[in-house]
Each structure stands twice: as C-alpha cells, then as structure tokens.
C-alpha cells in the first residue's frame, strides 16, 4: 500500500465539523488570553459561536476585559460551561477541568483559524489530488522519524486531531536536535525576527569567528534586531529587506492577530479590504553573492519557496545545511522538499516539528558526501 493510500483510509473525518457543532449547544469560554486564545475567539465567532468569557489563573487579569468579553478565575467556571483549552497539553489543564467535573476541549488556535466552513475536507482532497509528489516525498525520507512526523503532520493536518502533533513535538528548533547535532560556519537567518533564531545560534556554537546575516521585513522588528546585534558586539549583520527570488517591492497582508508585524502572505498589490505593508526584497544569491554560506534557515511567511528559488546558486555550489519551515501552505509540505532535491539530489531531507499546534513544521535538508549517496 502506498503511503498516500495509508493517509486517506485515516481520514475518516474532519474533528473540527463535529467540535464546531457541539460547541454551538452550550455556553463556551475559552482558557487562555494569549494570542492563541484571541485566534480561537475570532474563529468561533466567524463559525456561529460567541463565546461567553475567557478563563485565566493569572489574578492580575481577573475581572477585566479580553476580546470585549469578562476574565474569570478558575474558580468562577459553571458546571455547564464547556471550555475550549487554548494552551499546549503540557500545562495539563485539563486534569484541573476533570476534578471540577467541567466538559473541554484542545483546539489546535491555527487550525480552528484557517477552517473553511465550506470546504471541511478541503486537506483530504489535496492529499488525494498530489498522492505522486507526497509519496515521493516520503520514499526520499530514509529516517523513521522523518517518517513518523511527516505522517502526522499531514493526518492532523486532514483531521484537526491535536494529540497527532503532540506525540511528534520537538522543542529543539534548529539546532541541538538529532538532524542538526553539531553546526558550524557562517549562518544566515531569514526571517530574523528580533533576534531569537541569531541568539540560539550563538549559544549553540559559541562566539567564534563567523559571519551572521540576518533579514527581517518589518521595520519594528528590523530596529529591535540590529539593536541586540549592537548590544550583543555580534559578527552579524542585518538587512532590512523580504527575502525573494529577485529584487523588487512586495506587498504584504498584515496579520494583525499575530502582533509580530509583517506575518501575513505575500500580495499582488494593496487592497482596501485589508491592511497592507510594502517590504524591499532581494535573492539571496545577489545579497550574500560574494559570501561563504553554511547554514540557512528560513521561516518567513509562504514566501520560502521564491526564496529558494532566489538562493539556488548557493543551494547548488555551496551546499550549506537548510532549515525551511514547510507549514505556511499546506503544499509546502511536499514543493518544499522536492524543490530542494531538484536544486541539488545531494541532499538528505528530514522533517521536525516544533510546535504543540500547526506551526512550526521544519523541512531539513543536510548535504550529503558522494560516498552516501
């Protein structure tokens, strides 16, 4: 049996049809007033469902406003209230629910947040319309782990079942993980945030003699990373600048849920229906074009696959090491991979996941010698 064939005889549901019309026959309340509480709250109410108030241990909040509705306390909850748990499974919320005798339930925030109403088994089709590039992506991962999480991944992906991605999460992003063991060399980090990939970096491998070359988009973020560049006396340096297949000006859709700034997917052109940012962006091959690269990362809102396209060059000469986040599109998940391996069949690829919800999934690429091949 294939391994698409595998995948499809699992999916025998989405999760999220039968959450949703549960959930609009009781009085529901959210755990939780972080960003991924605020995403569960926005997409119940576009899903029919308007919850009551949100929960939180923290006392400093109790009694305020989250969202327009009221923060209780734990103790404040109803036997009749059905609580929605946005928080990672590791805070074991739920077994202080189970004392009180209170129904709840885990909704992974990006799903319930990317959920069409309309098309449920929108996942399941894909899979079953790109069952060649998915099975081919699997035979090429030669490590059962790999394995494991890219099937996984893509069940929960189809069905919205959280404890999937639980059993496969990997805290270790990056780095120190058995894929990315030991890592040297000059490293370049795209999507560089304020600096919390860079720093990891550094504490890894120590402050040795390398060159850092960092890009971030969004200007707030952009200053906060040249400021700890500053601070930190770094080898580094920063660009202000998307990271693409060529020199041009994009726009961006703002996420504004995320509060990270420019997170949102790239745009033809700006639009009246929603916020926009125009971004300067460059190929790596024409920045970094006199530059030795070894190690590269990538987390930057769906635009990897241009990116990759725009580091083809250094892909196929260099070789360096990839850390390609393959969770933005759902067709990531197997372009990502079988791009890479068109740009250079030296590579070995191996997948991780590092999140306890739908983020974070990380294609890894690391070079191999002819002797492995």
Same mark, same amino acid.
């Given at each position: 049996? !294939?391994?698409?064939? %595998?995948? #499809?005889? $699992?999916?025998?549901?989405? &999760?999220?049809?039968? @959450?949703? /019309?549960?959930?609009?026959?009781?009085?529901?309340?959210?755990?939780?007033?972080?960003?991924?509480?605020?995403?569960?709250?926005?997409?119940?109410?576009?899903?029919?469902?308007?919850?009551?108030?949100?929960?939180?241990?923290?006392?400093?909040?109790?009694?305020?406003?989250?969202?327009?509705?009221?923060?209780?306390?734990?103790?404040?909850?109803?036997?009749?209230?059905?609580?929605?748990?946005?928080?990672?499974?590791?805070?074991?919320?739920?077994?202080?629910?189970?004392?009180?005798?209170?129904?709840?339930?885990?909704?992974?925030?990006?799903?319930?947040?990317?959920?069409?109403?309309?098309?449920?088994?929108?996942?399941?089709?894909?899979?079953?319309?790109?069952?060649?590039?998915?099975?081919?992506?699997?035979?090429?991962?030669?490590?059962?782990?790999?394995? !494991?999480?890219?099937? %996984?991944? #893509?069940? $929960?992906?189809?069905?919205? &079942?959280?404890?999937? @991605?639980? /059993?496969?999460?990997?805290?270790?992003?990056?780095?120190?993980?058995?894929?990315?063991?030991?890592?040297?060399?000059?490293?370049?980090?795209?999507?560089?945030?304020?600096?919390?990939?860079?720093?990891?970096?550094?504490?890894?491998?120590?402050?040795?003699?390398?060159?850092?070359?960092?890009?971030?988009?969004?200007?707030?973020?952009?200053?906060?990373?040249?400021?700890?560049?500053?601070?930190?006396?770094?080898?580094?340096?920063?660009?202000?600048?998307?990271?693409?297949?060529?020199?041009?000006?994009?726009?961006?859709?703002?996420?504004?849920?995320?509060?990270?700034?420019?997170?949102?997917?790239?745009?033809?052109?700006?639009?009246?229906?929603?916020?926009?940012?125009?971004?300067?962006?460059?190929?790596?091959?024409?920045?970094?074009?006199?530059?030795?690269?070894?190690?590269?990362?990538?987390?930057?809102?769906?635009?990897?696959?241009?990116?990759?396209?725009?580091?083809?060059?250094?892909?196929?000469?260099?070789?360096?090491?990839?850390?390609?986040?393959?969770?933005?599109?759902?067709?990531?998940?197997?372009?990502?991979?079988?791009?890479?391996?068109?740009?250079?069949?030296?590579?070995?690829?191996?997948?991780?996941?590092?999140?306890?919800?739908?983020?974070?999934?990380?294609?890894?690429?690391?070079?191999?010698?002819?002797?492995?091949?």
């Amino acid at each position: 049996m !294939e391994f698409c064939e %595998k995948i #499809l005889q $699992h999916i025998q549901q989405n &999760n999220l049809i039968h @959450i949703i /019309d549960n959930l609009k026959n009781v009085q529901v309340a959210i755990w939780g007033t972080g960003q991924a509480g605020e995403m569960i709250f926005y997409s119940l109410k576009r899903n029919g469902i308007n919850p009551c108030y949100f929960v939180d241990s923290n006392s400093d909040l109790i009694g305020k406003t989250y969202c327009t509705v009221p923060i209780i306390g734990v103790d404040d909850i109803k036997k009749t209230d059905y609580i929605v748990i946005a928080a990672n499974i590791n805070y074991r919320l739920h077994e202080c629910l189970e004392i009180m005798g209170i129904s709840y339930v885990y909704i992974d925030p990006i799903s319930l947040w990317e959920y069409d109403g309309d098309n449920p088994y929108y996942v399941r089709n894909e899979i079953s319309n790109h069952q060649k590039e998915i099975n081919m992506v699997f035979n090429m991962l030669n490590d059962e782990h790999s394995k !494991e999480v890219y099937y %996984k991944v #893509l069940l $929960h992906r189809a069905t919205h &079942n959280i404890s999937l @991605i639980w /059993d496969i999460y990997d805290h270790n992003q990056y780095f120190g993980n058995e894929i990315v063991a030991n890592i040297s060399g000059n490293f370049v980090d795209c999507g560089a945030y304020q600096g919390d990939t860079l720093l990891q970096f550094v504490n890894q491998v120590g402050e040795k003699e390398y060159k850092y070359f960092a890009f971030e988009a969004d200007i707030n973020n952009f200053i906060k990373l040249s400021n700890l560049i500053k601070a930190k006396k770094w080898n580094a340096f920063a660009y202000n600048l998307g990271v693409w297949d060529t020199k041009e000006v994009l726009c961006f859709q703002n996420d504004v849920i995320s509060g990270v700034g420019v997170s949102g997917k790239v745009v033809k052109s700006e639009n009246e229906d929603y916020k926009t940012i125009k971004v300067n962006a460059d190929s790596l091959d024409h920045v970094l074009e006199k530059e030795k690269v070894d190690f590269i990362k990538m987390d930057i809102e769906g635009a990897e696959i241009r990116a990759l396209y725009g580091a083809s060059t250094i892909i196929k000469l260099q070789e360096p090491v990839l850390a390609i986040s393959a969770y933005h599109e759902l067709n990531h998940l197997w372009e990502i991979p079988l791009l890479i391996k068109k740009l250079n069949k030296k590579y070995q690829i191996q997948f991780a996941h590092h999140m306890w919800n739908m983020a974070d999934t990380v294609c890894y690429a690391i070079p191999r010698s002819p002797y492995e091949m």
